[in-house]
């Protein structure tokens, strides 16, 4: 996946995930990051035929390796999109991400990834072209700092959401928080 570096080479034990205000990232990848410029590169994924515009968003191997549970596969099941409904959930949700590397990345597996996944996957099973709309705009809105809750598409990823956790909280063994 192309994407324009805004952040200075991480060595291979440094957390995976960007926090707030990280400081490896550049000045000017800061603006390349909140106005979504640095994605522009991932048309050409899109060209080549790697990538579509919406689908789940793709995750880091590591991430997915180490990570995702078994119920989380699902996701991977249709080609990866610049834009998906769980990265547009984190996209909105960003604020809440802490500002330490390492806790930033706790939070992410913890608390962000299995959400990220419920709402790729209310994706995976009712995708139209009209959902996909929805996401376009949605982006736009984001991108330009509006909130797009008021989207059926959103309830729709919300209700998916709290079913497939709520489904897997209740399997023994089960690592969600309730």
């Given at each position: 996946?192309?994407?324009?570096?805004?952040?200075?080479?991480?060595?291979?034990?440094?957390?995976?995930?960007?926090?707030?205000?990280?400081?490896?990232?550049?000045?000017?990848?800061?603006?390349?990051?909140?106005?979504?410029?640095?994605?522009?590169?991932?048309l050409w994924n899109v060209l080549n035929g790697d990538m579509r515009?919406?689908?789940?968003?793709?995750?880091?191997?590591?991430?997915?390796?180490?990570?995702?549970?078994?119920?989380?596969?699902?996701?991977?099941?249709?080609?990866?999109?610049?834009?998906?409904?769980?990265?547009?959930?984190?996209?909105?949700?960003?604020?809440?991400?802490?500002?330490?590397?390492?806790?930033?990345?706790?939070?992410?597996?913890?608390?962000?990834?299995?959400?990220?996944?419920?709402?790729?996957?209310?994706?995976?099973r009712r995708r139209t072209p009209a959902y996909d709309l929805a996401?376009?705009?949605?982006?736009?809105?984001?991108?330009?700092?509006?909130?797009?809750?008021?989207?059926?598409?959103?309830?729709?990823?919300?209700?998916?959401?709290?079913?497939?956790?709520?489904?897997?909280?209740?399997?023994?063994?089960?690592?969600?928080?309730?």
């Amino acid at each position: 996946m192309y994407k324009l570096r805004t952040m200075h080479v991480m060595p291979p034990n440094a957390p995976r995930l960007t926090a707030r205000h990280d400081p490896r990232v550049f000045p000017a990848g800061r603006i390349l990051r909140s106005t979504k410029v640095d994605e522009l590169p991932q048309l050409w994924n899109v060209l080549n035929g790697d990538m579509r515009f919406f689908g789940p968003r793709p995750e880091d191997p590591a991430i997915v390796h180490n990570c995702y549970e078994p119920w989380m596969l699902e996701s991977l099941d249709v080609p990866p999109g610049i834009v998906g409904p769980g990265s547009l959930s984190y996209f909105e949700d960003e604020s809440r991400i802490p500002s330490d590397p390492g806790e930033a990345e706790h939070y992410y597996v913890t608390v962000q990834l299995p959400r990220k996944i419920a709402r790729d996957l209310a994706y995976v099973r009712r995708r139209t072209p009209a959902y996909d709309l929805a996401l376009a705009v949605r982006t736009v809105l984001g991108i330009l700092g509006i909130r797009s809750q008021s989207f059926k598409s959103v309830r729709l990823e919300t209700a998916t959401e709290e079913q497939v956790l709520g489904a897997v909280r209740s399997r023994p063994g089960s690592s969600l928080p309730g």
